[in-house]
């Protein structure tokens, strides 16, 4: 079975500043799709960058990108010139590509609660 | 406007009443799955359902019973709500794999979420 890994449960950064929030996972499978969702107070749950497992290059999102390593079954989320409005908890959650047949639902981590000082 | 709602947001029941939580979607997406949240667990799958009249259990089925049918509609129901129940409980749907060309990389698209208290 799949799992997904955030062993950051929690995260601090300053206003205007770099972090970077760490997500494995372990799979056997070659075909996924690995995401990272924002879930601010209010609780919705907000699709913040999309990773295809084929795809060598790493995703971008304006302030978000991603580093996907895929030998070592790593999928951190770094956020550039942190806003207020980035605080929230981030889920990152795995997809098993079509093939495997697991109706496209989501494993997800634990979760880290990102705080942003002004 | 489109979209997927769930209702009620907040809910109180006691312990053995039977709760039902409802979820709307207006994409006619295909998928449609339920989560529960709870600390230090994050998002884990209750159930999800591939097509009307087409479900499956996921990491925590135990207590919960859904049905669709009708492809806009996913209802969770507990029969006999415990307090190991407590939580909030998320509603998602997602389109079709390869429709549009995007491959099975459509996200999920999620209600707001009900918090449920099971006293």
């Known amino acids: 079975a799949q799992t997904v890994t955030q062993s950051q449960p929690e995260m601090s950064v300053q206003e205007a500043e770099t972090v970077t929030l760490s997500c494995t996972y372990d799979?056997?499978?070659?075909?996924?799709?690995l995401f990272w969702y924002k879930q601010p107070p209010s609780r919705q749950m907000i699709l913040v960058i999309r990773q295809e497992a084929y795809k060598q290059q790493n995703a971008t999102e304006n302030r978000f990108s991603v580093n996907f390593q895929k030998a070592a079954k790593s999928f951190s989320l770094k956020i550039s010139d942190s806003q207020l409005g980035d605080a929230a908890m981030y889920f990152c959650?795995?997809?098993?590509?079509?093939?495997?047949?697991?109706?496209?639902?989501?494993?997800f981590g634990q979760g880290t609660e990102l705080s942003v000082k002004p | 406007d489109a979209g997927i709602t769930q209702s009620p947001r907040y809910k109180i029941t006691e312990t053995g009443r039977q709760v039902t939580l409802m979820c709307h979607q207006t994409?006619?997406?295909?998928?449609m799955f339920w989560y529960r949240q709870d600390l230090g667990h994050g998002l884990r799958l209750i159930y999800y359902s591939a097509a009307a009249d087409i479900t499956d259990k996921g990491e925590v089925p135990d207590g919960y019973v859904v049905s669709r049918s009708k492809t806009e509609n996913f209802p969770l129901t507990l029969e006999s709500a415990t307090r190991s129940q407590t939580s909030v409980y998320f509603c998602a749907s997602s389109d079709s794999a390869w429709k549009g060309g995007q491959g099975f990389n459509q996200p999920q698209h999620f209600g707001d979420g009900t918090r449920l208290s099971i006293l």
């Open positions: 959650a795995y997809r098993s590509g079509p093939f495997y047949n697991q109706g496209g639902k989501l494993i």
């Open positions: 799979t056997s499978e070659s075909d996924y799709y």
């Open positions: 994409w006619s997406h295909s998928y």
